[in-house]
């Protein structure tokens, strides 16, 4: 992985969010030590609707090791509900890049494959 807005961390990040979410009204939950928040905004008009999730997750310091960052997914569709746009976004606000990656690395882990499956 080059960086957080490489397609594979970002993919890692998508199983990690559905595997943790316990429904999609949940905007808070906690995965071990890191506090997750998402927001939610959408507007629907008759040319065009669109919705922005901003997911903010936050680890705190520990000896130097704390970090911040958010992932932002955009959708667009037209006024026939055609898909216009899809795009997802990361970026760091604080911290070392380094240590985001190596923890959504880490919880791949646990969350990538159902039990008793491994990799085939």
């Known amino acids: 992985m080059r ?25 808070r939950r906690c995965v071990g030590d ?12 008759s040319d065009y609707s669109l ?4 997911h903010r997750l936050s680890r705190r310091s520990q000896g130097g090791a704390g970090w911040q960052f958010i992932v932002t997914i ?8 055609e898909v216009l ?14 240590a985001v990656m190596a923890w959504v690395k880490q919880q791949e882990k646990a969350y990538e494959y159902p039990a008793g499956r491994g990799r085939t």
């Open 3 to 27: 960086g957080v807005n490489d397609r594979n961390f970002l993919n890692l990040w998508h199983i990690l969010e559905r595997a943790t979410c316990a429904g999609p009204d949940q905007t």
């Open 34 to 45: 890191v506090e997750w928040l998402k927001e939610r905004h959408s507007f629907a008009g």
């Open 51 to 54: 919705s922005l999730e901003v």
């Open 74 to 81: 955009e959708n667009w569709w037209n006024g026939n509900r």
């Open 85 to 98: 746009r899809s795009t997802t976004w990361a970026r760091v606000t604080a911290g070392d890049p380094k």
